[in-house]
């Protein structure tokens, strides 16, 4: 049986790069303030930004989702990949 990528195949590597290159304004102004404290709370995170705590788990999870952030367990660090 042939799938739709045999019709119209693409580089999944660009796909990939698009997601990943997609970082909102919120989300760079998150990423300094762990860049400064690798052990920063989300409720730190939360007042320094002025939004709410459940838009700042969000907005890591996003992060975490395109491979830009990872954590280190809970109560742990997290660590910005390049």
């Known amino acids: 049986m042939r799938v739709f990528?045999?019709?119209f195949?693409?580089?999944?590597?660009l796909l990939l790069e698009r997601k990943r290159g997609t970082i909102t304004d919120r989300q760079k102004?998150?990423?300094?303030?762990?860049?400064e404290d690798e052990k920063i709370g989300y409720r730190s995170i939360a007042t320094k930004?002025?939004?709410?705590e459940s838009a700042v788990l969000k907005h890591l999870n996003n992060l975490k989702d395109k491979n830009i952030?990872?954590?280190g367990g809970t109560r742990g660090y997290w660590k910005i990949n390049n």
């Open 9 to 13: 195949p693409f580089d999944d590597s």
């Open 49 to 52: 930004t002025g939004i709410n």
């Open 29 to 35: 102004e998150i990423i300094p303030l762990i860049q």
């Open 5 to 7: 990528r045999d019709f």
């Open 69 to 71: 952030l990872e954590s």
